[in-house]
């Protein structure tokens, strides 16, 4: 079941498909957006909360 | 019944409330062909979206200060310790606005409509559909300015402008029907049961918000 | 706070486990679809996000009905900490959507009623954010908050009927309860894991946003000065 889809590592970030079109910049810019807005969001609300809990103390 | 009628001489006094509206209404309506440089058949297709958006817009700039005044020279407070259903006040009070704003409105865009494309009968179907979007318009936009009335700033209408997006779906899609001769009972139904439940809801909701902003 | 805080690190790393895992195999392991080529690998990044922004404002609306019927102070603050980040989930899944868009429709952005209806719950998401900040903290501030989201509620099924009730260029829904998925299955089993995954990392992000949130309201109180 499990058959690794793209041989080598040019064709994972083209991820060319079978009528020829790369498909592989829309995809890895998803990623990429996503990958950045979630640790955003985590480093974001990690600090803050440090810097109230600065001010309180 | 005596709240209805003060609330009608109250509106008809300030003459700026509700004459303002309906002629920015009439300016963008004959705007619109004079700023758009059109065949006769592409106006008529495009002509009902202008309705709609000048009609959402002259209701939001209507009802910019529904409770402002009321509430600036203690009327609301009287009104709100009074034994009657606050709630009834509100609904009689936009009701009061919807005759004197909303009808007009409503008359105007019909004969714009007819004179623009030129069948009676897209008028005879557009009417009951403008009715009562325009009730629509005002009740979600009161409760727009009811929940930013101490601030008496925008943010409370503009905040509510994006509940009424579906509503303009809706109302393109009967425009579509009217067009083709589709289904436009059912629309005109489906709008009346809307309304039937927005009037039911709002003023409730906006005298829990007065309440809230009296204390 | 307690227990949540001694939770917390095994839901973080839990979730984060799942849902990299889910997206390697789905970005991987899975074959290529017929129709769509290998952009539909998309999906496991867009409907996750989609599901946990409805769901979000779900939650938000119990909570609303909560705090207005038992006027219990942790449900606004609580409603109050999940706006920011059901804010940031619709964003990603309207960017995702958007993307994805261009190889499979050839335009970036249609006016169908299911994506408008995203739009809309991403502008009342920010709506919600500015009414509340823009009075000072109260408890009138609180009680609006609550009646808005329960008003804005409105959208939810009409996003999610949108897709049944008119056609649209958006495609139905391919996982219902009650047939057969229309998704082929190997495709299907890490779309499961992407979305519980993404349901573990934005749970850890909402206990963080409530924790600020409550540290912020009760700054006054004794117990917060020993905790922190």
Redesign the interface.
């Known amino acids: 079941m499990f058959n690794i889809e793209f041989n080598t590592l040019a064709e994972a970030l083209l991820m060319q498909s079978q009528n020829g079109q790369n498909h592989g910049i829309y995809v890895w810019s998803v990623v990429l957006i996503v990958t950045l807005c979630i640790s955003i969001s985590f480093i974001f609300y990690k600090y803050k909360i440090k810097e109230i809990s600065k001010k309180i103390k | 019944m005596q709240v209805i009628k003060f609330e009608f001489l109250k509106l008809l006094k300030k003459s700026r409330g509700w004459l303002g509206p309906i002629l920015v209404f009439i300016l963008i309506m004959i705007a619109y062909p004079l700023t758009v440089e059109v065949s006769d058949v592409e106006l008529r297709q495009s002509f009902f979206s202008i309705l709609w958006i000048a009609a959402l817009l002259v209701i939001m700039l209507a009802t910019e200060d529904i409770f402002l005044e009321d509430f600036n020279d203690g009327t609301l407070e009287q009104y709100a310790i009074l034994q009657k259903n606050l709630s009834f006040i509100i609904g009689s009070k936009v009701f009061v606005y919807w005759l004197v704003i909303g009808v007009p409105i409503s008359i105007i865009g019909t004969i714009f409509c007819v004179g623009t494309t030129s069948q009676t009968a897209f008028g005879y179907q557009i009417l009951p559909v403008l009715l009562v979007s325009t009730y629509i318009f005002m009740n979600v936009f009161s409760f727009g300015n009811a929940l930013s009335l101490t601030k008496g700033s925008v943010l409370g209408t503009l905040v509510t402008l994006p509940l009424l997006l579906p509503l303009l779906i809706i109302l393109g899609k009967v425009v579509v029907a009217i067009n083709f001769d589709l289904n436009y009972s059912g629309f005109l139904l489906l709008l009346l049961g809307i309304l039937s439940i927005i009037i039911m809801i709002i003023p409730m909701i906006i005298s829990y918000i007065i309440r809230a902003h009296l204390e | 706070m307690f227990q949540v805080n001694r939770a917390y690190p095994y839901i973080f790393y839990l979730s984060l486990i799942t849902y990299l895992l889910s ?1 390697f195999w789905g ?6 679809d017929f129709v ?4 539909y ?2 999906i496991y ?2 409907v996750p ?1 989609s599901f946990i922004s409805q769901s979000l404002y779900l939650a938000m609306a119990i909570a609303s009905a909560v705090y207005l019927i038992w006027k219990v102070k942790l449900s606004v603050y609580l409603v109050r900490s999940i706006a920011p ?1 059901g804010a ?1 989930t619709t ?2 899944a309207l ?2 959507g958007s ?2 868009g ?2 499979t429709w050839g335009t970036w952005w249609v006016w169908d ?1 299911r994506i ?2 995203t739009l ?1 719950l991403f ?2 998401y920010l ?2 954010i ?2 509340h900040d ?2 000072n903290n109260n408890e ?1 501030a609180d ?2 908050l609550s ?2 989201v329960l ?2 509620s ?2 939810i099924p ?1 996003i999610k009927m949108s897709v049944q009730w ?1 056609s649209t260029l958006h495609q139905p829904a391919s996982i219902t309860l009650s047939e057969k998925p229309a998704i082929d299955l ?1 495709m299907l089993y890490p779309l499961f894991g992407s979305i519980i995954g993404f349901t573990g ?1 934005i749970t ?2 909402v206990i ?2 409530s ?2 949130q409550i ?2 309201r009760e ?1 006054n109180k004794s117990w ?2 020993d905790y ?1």
């Open positions: 997206i970005l991987f392991l899975t074959p290529e769509q080529g290998n952009s690998r998309i990044l867009h996000a980040i940031i964003f990603i960017i995702s993307i994805w261009i190889p009623a408008v209806s809309i502008i009342m709506g919600l500015s009414l823009s009075f009138k009680k609006f009646i808005l008003v804005g409105v959208n009409i008119w190997v990392l850890c992000l963080l946003s924790k600020l540290i912020k700054k917060v000065k922190v």
